[in-house]
């Protein structure tokens, strides 16, 4: 009678408690890069995994998978799947037993990367989604990245994502969240846009992506029974390393178990009874036949046994789990508008180290970025306005196309982060450049396309910078061609090589030309020429550089050397002044030492202490010894070095600009320096409007080469009063607040985060920002201090790291580029927006050497008969022909799929994609976070009559008023449902603080 009460018990209990459900999602991690190149895993085991899953789904109908990065399936697809298996997968997709996930080309990082190159990255990955399968990727997959800013949920819901999926968040702060059952919310990331472009996020537990791979009754790794990738080439005996047991008639129970235990572990973390079982991880699934053969009977026992187990496990997609979770009409908690960086998985290692790993290739990055960005309007503006045109449409299209590609592939999280090994960085510079070669041809042709009769020479481009430059001779005329790729007049100097240092510059009504030469930093056998610029937004001027037998007008800076003095750090008092003014700023060095001494902006008359110094943090590369620095990690046992005892100065002065150079030494005998500050005034003649420009004060930096395990950074100190308080961007979209904390260890290094593009420190009234045109690492250690690591060089003995050469011995020189900018905290905030946004798409130069006596220009060139111009709080984000040449009525595009019709056209060029981002959060300005209104017929007059106007969500591939994401209950609103996005059909549009509105222009035939 006992044992029967007893088991009665029993049953009334297991009854009681409810019965969790595994959703088994099976998946394949694959970087496009990392260790080895995108062709190295195309053929060692990326092709494998799509060849042999839609074989194997196709054999039972109870079988599922996701696919995340496009770049490898749209190499398969377009070199490898036969016409069979191409039917196959539009057959399993529209079965729901195929999904593609996130949809983009990469899984982008999101530290380092700038929001156009993710919103880029994800465009070209869903256009090909659409184009293709006329599908629309809904779920996120962001397992991977190092940290999750709060610009990526903000980008996926305004692409129409229902959920954002993340995994890598500080290690405490996921214990935290999984003990309190809080790994699931609603993240409301951007202030401005909050609850409209909120998305419900589920953050991955302990395990991550992975299947657990410890077995408790095998030495071999668990449920991976394709085992490990093998490079360069599969074996041929199909024997891969570190294969699962198989299951069989002995092993299964204990599989079961172990499965069982696993997902009723995760369970505890959730608040459902719904639980999330990644099955895979890296570079798996490239034999699916052994997988799936060996799973099958698994979940069969598994459900057999379900009483038993109280589990039951099915083949799942994320969509699946995430209808099972929403379908529970639960009350989430709201996240607002924090982000989850830096990111720790123990205390000494704080993965602050990649903001600036690999400077170079960070910096080429951003540079094609921004060239891609203007040949894309550049060549729009010719299609819709030059229908005479001689230049291949088709063959343009294609030099876009593979910059699009180079720069949406390095954003994948280990590219741009700069984690990957030496052979995949060359690959993601190669790619780029010969995008860039590209895209700087094609705008060369269009030039000469334009200015037909002047065929007889040579057009090349050059962006505004360092890049090399040919150097012209005595006979032969330079003619400049500078594009404003910007929807906004500027003001700006534009530089070029030269040989000589007597020129004149003429515009293209004969006039003189305002201009400067200097002797060149970095080479003493040419000079750079500053030519003062204004054009109108998306429009170009040419200009004339002749050589003079004697003098030319172009003004020729003096320059004064000043020796070396020994930095003095007692109670120095400087004695010494040296005073460089401009309009806005005086600046002044202290010749006791040579270093910058303070700014006073002219505005307020306020004076501000400023120094600025290079100092090295000292490195472990000995395992043994204690943590590491690696590509990844950033990890210090002491203070910044200071590694210069000596600065020698040198003032180049003229009547446009004042350059400030200051060099670096050792020791005071010391003749060659590794670090050097070139600081920029500009003087702006009264008839310009030249308000950025003379309130930038711009500094370029040589940093190296370093020593081995050195860490160098750029210490900026002030008297502000910021009690440690530094303010960052995430992607160049939103400003974080980055307060100092201390930490039990490693605090240096926790308290490192990412700068994209903007970062600033400021008191109660005055506010010093720093404007940056690639990624770097920042922070504030002390009060009224900003630091910013500009490049790394490391080796250490983890094995881990030497057997993928991961150690970033990189011995390159780096040039990166700053703009400061200092005043009262109104004045600065606005001249930041612009500036970032100016700095990170400088004019683009294009010149070459035309023979002979070329016609004056007096009317406008048929690229630019109205310049497009936006107000100065809104930003022309995109402005582009895709070549798509899909239906933008979903039933039709659908319908042309089915039929087999999809592909008759390469390209269609009649579609303009435009986007236009507010750069203003709500309550920021009184003035410019006021919505703005614009009518794009008006706007974009120049390019010809706008006849029709659909508005899009960001990717393009949803028409507005069609999409309707999943709203979630939350203790602010008790309903769930959809957010519906309905806008009138118009083409005046008003955009709200932070809005990014995406739109597809039609313009009236020719």
């Known amino acids: 009678m006992l044992l029967l009460l007893a088991l ?19 998946h394949s991690h694959m970087d496009v890069g990392w260790v080895y190149t995108v062709q190295e895993s195309m053929h060692a085991y990326a092709a494998n995994v799509y060849t042999s899953v839609v074989e194997e789904l196709m054999k039972e109908n109870h079988r599922k998978f996701i696919a995340v990065e496009q ?5 398969w697809w377009d070199t490898v799947a036969t016409d069979v298996q191409k039917q196959q997968v539009h057959q399993l997709l529209q079965e729901g037993r195929l999904e593609f996930v996130i949809g983009g080309q990469v899984m982008h990082d999101e530290a380092v990367t700038h929001i156009d190159d993710q919103i880029l990255q994800l465009t070209e990955g869903h256009g090909f989604l659409y184009e293709t399968f006329g599908i629309r990727p809904q779920f996120s997959w962001h397992v991977d990245p190092f940290g999750a800013s709060a610009t990526t949920p903000t980008v996926f819901a305004l692409a129409g994502f229902n959920t954002h999926v993340i995994s890598r968040i500080d290690y405490d702060l996921k214990d935290k969240m999984q003990k309190t059952k809080k790994l699931q919310f609603v993240w409301r990331s951007s202030p401005s846009l909050s609850e409209n472009q909120e ?35 599969p074996p041929k005996d199909g024997v891969y390393p570190n294969m699962s047991l198989p299951v069989t008639d002995t092993s299964i129970h204990l599989y079961a178990q172990t499965m069982v235990a696993n997902i009723k572990n995760r369970a505890a973390w959730f608040r459902t009874n719904d639980v999330l079982w990644p099955w895979g991880c890296d570079k798996q699934f490239f034999n699916a036949s052994v997988q799936y053969t060996n799973m099958d009977p698994l979940l069969d026992y598994i459900n057999k046994h379900a009483d038993e187990f109280g589990v039951t496990v099915q083949y799942a997609t994320v969509n699946d789990y995430f209808q099972a979770v929403h379908s529970r009409n639960f009350t989430w908690d709201i996240i607002n508008d924090q982000d989850f960086l830096p990111y720790s998985t123990e205390p000494f290692q704080a993965w602050t180290g990649f903001y600036t790993s690999r400077s170079t290739l960070k910096g080429i990055a951003r540079r094609a970025s921004s060239l891609l960005y203007a040949g894309e309007s550049f060549f729009t503006q010719y299609v819709q306005t030059y229908s005479a045109g001689s230049v291949c449409k088709f063959w343009a299209l294609e030099q876009l196309r593979s910059l699009r590609w180079a720069v949406s592939e390095v954003q994948h999280h280990d590219g741009i982060t700069g984690t990957e090994s030496p052979k995949v960085k060359d690959m993601y510079v190669n790619n780029l450049m010969n995008g860039m070669i590209n895209v700087k041809k094609l ?100 200009y004339s550089v002749k050589i003079s037998a004697d003098n030319g007008l172009a003004f020729v800076a003096k320059s004064i050397k000043y020796r070396p003095k020994v930095i003095n750090y007692g109670q120095h008092q400087s004695k010494q002044l040296l005073s460089v003014l401009n309009n806005c700023y005086q600046v002044m060095w202290d010749q006791d030492t040579n270093l910058m001494h ?38 210090t046992d002491g203070a910044a070095v200071q590694v210069s005892k000596a600065v020698g100065l040198e003032v180049v002065s003229g009547n446009l600009v004042t350059e400030i150079r200051q060099y670096f030494y050792s020791n005071i005998t010391a003749q060659d320096h590794k670090y050097a500050i070139y600081t920029r005034l500009y003087h702006v003649p009264k008839s310009y409007d030249g308000k950025l420009l003379c309130h930038r004060i711009e500094q370029e930096h040589r940093v190296g080469s370093l020593e081995l395990n050195r860490e160098a950074i750029l210490r900026t100190s002030t008297n502000l009063n910021t009690k440690q308080m530094l303010h960052t961007d995430d992607n160049g979209y939103q400003i974080q607040k980055r307060q100092y904390k201390a930490y039990m260890n490693n605090t240096v290094a926790r308290n490192y985060y990412p700068l994209v593009q903007t970062a600033y420190i400021e008191d109660g009234y005055t506010r010093l920002t720093l404007l940056a045109e690639r990624a770097h690492g920042v922070s504030s250690q ?13 080796w250490n003995n983890f094995e881990w790291d030497l057997n993928y050469n991961l150690t970033l011995n990189d011995t390159s020189v780096v040039h990166p580029v700053f703009w400061l900018i200092l005043g009262a905290k109104d004045v600065t905030n606005v001249l930041s927006h612009t500036g970032a946004v100016a700095l990170e798409h400088r004019p683009v130069v294009m010149f070459g050497n035309l023979m002979g006596e070329p016609k004056l220009h007096r009317q406008p060139s048929p690229v630019q008969s ?13 402005l582009s022909i895709p070549g798509w040449t899909y239906s933008s009525n979903h039933t039709e595009q659908l319908q042309n799929i089915h039929k087999g019709n999809h592909k008759e056209e390469a390209a269609d060029f009649s579609r303009v994609l435009l986007r236009i981002r507010h750069l203003y959060e709500v309550g920021e300005d009184p003035m410019l976070s006021q919505p703005a209104t614009v009518n794009l017929k008006a706007l974009l007059k120049g390019l010809g009559t706008v006849v029709l106007v659909e508005e899009r969500s960001l990717t393009g591939t949803w028409d507005i008023n069609a999409l309707n994401r999943w709203k979630w209950k ?14 009138a059909e118009n083409v005046t549009v008003t955009i709200h603080p932070k809005e990014i509105r995406t739109f597809f222009v039609y313009f009236k035939d020719h």
């Open 598 to 635: 303070s700014i006073t902006d002219r505005e307020t008359n306020q004076t501000i202490q400023v120094t600025q110094e290079f100092f090295e943090y000292h490195v472990n590369g000995d395992v043994k010894k204690g943590p590491i620095s690696d590509n990844y990690i950033f990890s």
């Open 199 to 233: 998305i419900f996020t589920h953050v991955m537990d302990e395990f991550s992506y992975c299947t657990p791979s410890q077995l408790p009754f095998s030495n071999r790794s668990g449920f991976y029974w394709n085992g490990i990738a093998v490079f360069p080439d």
């Open 443 to 542: 705008m060369a042709s269009i030039i000469f396309d334009m200015h037909s009769a002047e065929k007889n020479g040579q057009l090349y481009s050059y962006i505004a910078g360092k890049d090399a430059g040919k150097q012209g001779t005595r006979n032969i005329e330079q003619y400049i061609f500078v594009y404003n790729p910007l929807a906004w007049n500027i003001t700006t100097f534009v530089t070029i090589p030269v040989s000589y240092s007597a020129v004149s510059v003429y515009d293209d009504l004969g006039h003189s030309v305002p201009a400067q030469i200097h002797n060149s930093t970095e080479a003493h056998s040419t000079y750079d020429l500053y030519i003062l610029v204004t054009i109108s937004g998306l429009s170009y001027r040419r």
């Open 970 to 983: 939350t203790a602010q609103h008790l309903s769930q449902g959809f957010f519906n996005t309905k806008t």
């Open 782 to 794: 002390e009060n009224g201090q900003v630091e910013v690591m500009l490049h790394r060089r490391l």
């Open 71 to 75: 770049e490898f399936f749209r190499l």
């Open 866 to 878: 109205d310049p497009v111009v936006l107000p100065p709080n809104l930003h022309l984000q995109t």
């Open 8 to 26: 009665l018990s029993l049953a009334l209990r297991a009854a009681c408690l409810p019965e969790l459900k595994a959703f088994v999602v099976a």
